[in-house]
């Protein structure tokens, strides 16, 4: 019994020892040649670096960009000129498949992206180059509405069908049809001014009895001011949009 005991001991040592030799040997094998393969491979790897993303940003490609829903079920977009950081403007007839590339001459009749439209659903208002367009929507058919060296934006149709928009701290309506202009308010960053005060003090109290030209001149600025209330006040014709935030 002892001997089997003995025989079946050995038996098991020698199976374990022929397991761990042939699991050696293939890891030993292995791992050198990839260790040798990627060590030659490290040298050819091209490192990207800030300094050529900078010099270069072609090298990642000029894919379409900036893209925005045209009239008729088309569609634009911007595209990186090759060598140079301008973008050229491109349309895409999703019926044709056909894609084109907007001159500079007829780029103000297709820039209407985030266009405001009327509540008709007829017309749409947008700004380009500080001035403004409509567009009708079914025939395309475009008005300018501004030509002027000042910066309009932000254009919107209101209720009524006017367009408003903004110019620095003022804000106009403009009728499409009669083409009048109303200034519908401005924003004043300073105080609104005071009426005249009575003097304070007894020398400014003798000093404006004495001299009657500064009580008369007194005199006439409020009669004027209030004046131009009353006329302000009665008379739809004459405008003071004037806000005054200081």
Known sequence: MKIKLIVT?????LVACSNIQINELPVQAITSPVKAAS??????????????IMADPDWMGRSPESWYWGNN????????QQGNPLRNLYEVN????KTIQVTLANQHKVADKGASIDPT????????????????????????????????????????GRVAYQIGHSFFSHDIRSGQIKELAKLELIDKPKASKQPET???TEQQKLINYIALQQRNIELTQAQQQRLNNANNAVNDPRFYLG
């Open 39 to 52: 060590a030659q491979g490290s040298k050819s790897v091209n490192i990207i670096t800030l300094k050529k």
């Open 121 to 160: 659903k007829n017309y749409k208002v947008y700004a380009f180059k500080g001035d403004i367009f409509v567009k009708t929507i079914a025939t395309e058919q475009l008005k300018q509405l501004t030509f002027t060296s000042e910066q309009e934006r932000k254009p919107k149709f209101l209720n009524n």
């Open 94 to 97: 999703l019926d044709t498949h």
């Open 202 to 204: 007894y020398l400014a």
């Open 73 to 80: 079920n088309r569609v634009h977009y911007q595209q990186k």
């Open 9 to 13: 001991a050995l038996s098991l040592c």
